[in-house]
């Protein structure tokens, strides 16, 4: 979408929000990785707020979405009370604004400017992978706890694999080749049934916001969660889903401008030693561990795969989308190993009782 085009439907959203306050510039801030464009606006009486407008997917989840998330924000307790940036209200709603003409559908979300205090560096330390550890399995108990009073969401990891299979039984053609459908195919059928394997309908649903890149959130100097502000794939499900991208954060690589998703880095011993400590403040179960490896799969079927073309910029979604045919998929069932995470922390299944 070009610029002239995303101001139109922003000063529009913004007309719909408050038309007395005036607006005097439109800065584009936006990462450049993803579709989604973020903007920077700036009122004539130096007021500013943070504008994102999104036309990819259904309108309907943007708004589940982030009602979701405004009512979490509202109920997370000390000391993440402030954690999540703030969207603006009209009539005590997240206001959206829905753009709809000829053949652009848009959305539009206003937030309050985030206060960011510090980075972590882009390869982590052992001190910062404990107290990263720690204050993740915080906030996971925060929003668990929290989750008991949010509304339902109407997305689950099996409905979004269901639509990919139907996808494919439409059109696999557009996916690539027979060869990479039957890939998909597979990796689908792994993944149900291996979702009813480990039991993961009985795991707890909690918001969970999956993309968790050193930019998308700040810490305090003693290295506490400070405050977060990127709701790209932020859904209402297992805490595993979180993982793989902590896997990342801790990687001995280290954060990269060109990046891939490689399990192995649920493999590596600073991953280890993340899940040691979150395991000390939120205990994980064996399922949960032999679980990572389904989510890694639904994470490479669902946002690589199915939307990556959507959700990626060009350049981006093609590579991502060539390295999931020929090393990420081919490498869940091989490179990841359950049993050497469950070993590490010391857990035993549960005796059968007669």
Not at 257 to 274: A, N, Q, W
Not at 320 to 337: G, H, M
Request: charged content about 30%.
């Amino acid at each position: 979408m070009d610029y002239e085009l995303s101001t139109l439907i922003i000063r529009k959203a913004w007309e719909g929000y408050d038309a007395s306050k005036v607006i005097r510039k439109i800065e584009d801030i936006s990462a450049n990785v993803s579709t989604n464009l973020v903007f920077r606006i700036t009122f004539e009486d130096d007021d500013i707020i943070i504008a994102k407008l999104s036309y990819f997917g259904k309108y309907e989840y943007f708004k589940e979405d982030h009602r979701l998330i405004h009512s979490l924000s509202n109920n997370l307790l000390y000391p993440f009370e402030n954690f999540l940036a703030k969207s603006l209200l009209k009539n005590n709603r997240v206001y959206i604004y829905r753009y709809r003409h000829g053949r652009t559908d848009a959305w539009v979300v206003f937030y309050n400017p985030t206060r960011i205090m510090e980075r972590l560096p882009r390869r982590l330390e052992e001190r910062h992978i404990v107290k990263f550890a720690q204050q993740t399995a915080k906030f996971h108990k925060a929003c668990s706890r929290a989750s008991k009073v949010l509304p339902k969401s109407s997305k689950t990891m099996r409905t979004d694999i269901n639509a990919l299979l139907e996808q494919l039984a439409k059109n696999e053609s557009q996916f690539g080749t027979r060869s990479q459908a039957d890939i998909i195919k597979y990796h689908c059928e792994q993944f149900l049934k291996n979702r009813a394997k480990y039991n993961a309908g009985s795991f707890e649903a909690i918001p969970v916001f999956v993309d968790w890149n050193i930019g998308n959130f700040s810490v305090t100097p003693d290295l506490e969660l400070y405050s977060r502000w990127d709701y790209d794939w932020f859904r209402r499900n297992t805490r595993m889903m979180d993982f793989y991208f902590f896997s990342r954060v801790v990687s001995d690589v280290g954060d990269r401008t060109v990046f891939s998703y490689y399990i192995t880095t649920m493999m590596e011993e600073r991953f280890i030693l993340f899940l040691k400590e979150y395991h000390k403040v939120y205990p994980l179960t064996i399922n949960e561990l032999h679980y990572l490896k389904e989510a890694y799969r639904f994470f490479i079927l669902n946002y690589v795969i199915k939307d990556g073309k959507h959700f990626f910029h060009e350049q981006y979604a093609k590579k991502l989308q060539r390295e999931a045919y020929d090393i990420y998929l081919p490498s869940v069932d091989r490179d990841f190993k359950a049993e050497v995470l469950i070993d590490a922390l010391e857990l035993r299944p549960a005796p059968i009782t007669v």
